[in-house]
């Protein structure tokens, strides 16, 4: 005896007056946890001088200060890169002599990997010009910052840090100025990251630099120190 075989296929219809009713479909949310145990960077070596446009990209030098590496320094909050400015005489007005920097690529980069936020100040202290044949010390003289900007070396994860003096105002020889800050503000903190003071940005307000003219006597080239100091407590 032969045995046929049929195969029934029932098609499935969806909606009212179909063989089946529709059967309705239930969302639910629910959550659930993620866990993991994060460690701070512990890498406290330099920090390579960035470029100063922002980029993140390495510093390709500046003509005028063409044999500066940087700093070397190692640790979580860091002073990376000072510039050694290069000042030219303009004019004499008011009684004194003004100079203006002539690198274009001048900038100081400072470094905070704490991972805490926990904010810094930059100070900034003009030490006396000496002169280089005779060492005649001119004390009577200003620094002025100019139009100077904090930007960031590529992306980072906070808000950039205050400069904290105008343009046009004037940091005495011989004593510390506070020039720029990062504040610790829980939830929108400063200076965490690679930033950089850039100076000399503006040729309408360079970074000057204002000697009294009576104490210069004879021509000769002048030299003096910046210091700059990087303090991890905020004002």
């Known amino acids: 005896m032969q045995?046929?075989?049929f195969l029934l296929v029932a098609p499935?219809?969806?909606?009212?007056?179909?063989?089946?009713?529709?059967?309705?479909?239930?969302a639910a949310s629910q959550q659930s946890t993620a866990d993991v145990q994060l460690v701070p960077d512990p890498n406290i070596e330099p920090v390579d001088p960035q470029d100063p446009d922002g980029s993140g990209k390495p510093f390709p030098g500046d003509p005028e200060d063409p044999d500066n590496p940087g700093t070397?320094?190692?640790?979580h909050l860091t002073l990376d890169y000072l510039s050694n400015l290069k000042f030219k005489q303009q004019r004499i007005a008011n009684g004194f002599i003004e100079a203006t920097a002539t690198n274009q690529h001048a900038f100081v980069q400072i470094s905070d990997r704490r991972g805490t936020g926990g904010g810094w100040n930059l100070m900034l202290k003009p030490e006396a010009l000496v002169g280089q044949s005779d060492h005649q010390s001119l004390k009577s003289a200003t620094v002025t910052l100019g139009a100077a900007n904090f930007r960031s070396s590529g992306s980072n994860v906070s808000r950039a840090p205050d400069v904290t003096v105008g343009?046009?105002?004037a940091l005495?020889?011989?004593?510390?100025?506070?020039?720029?800050?990062?504040?610790n503000v829980p939830g929108n903190r400063q200076g965490v990251g690679t930033w950089l003071l850039r100076l000399n940005t503006q040729p309408s307000a360079p970074t000057q630099l204002n000697v009294l003219a009576a104490a210069v006597t004879s021509t000769q080239t002048y030299e003096g120190t910046l210091s700059w100091m990087l303090t991890d407590t905020p004002q």
Do not use: C, D, H, N
């Open 12 to 26: 499935l219809v969806f909606g009212i007056g179909g063989w089946w009713g529709a059967v309705p479909v239930q």
């Open 72 to 75: 070397g320094s190692r640790g």
């Open 172 to 183: 005495p020889v011989g004593e510390y100025s506070l020039v720029g800050q990062a504040q």
């Open 3 to 5: 045995k046929f075989w």
């Open 167 to 169: 343009a046009t105002q």
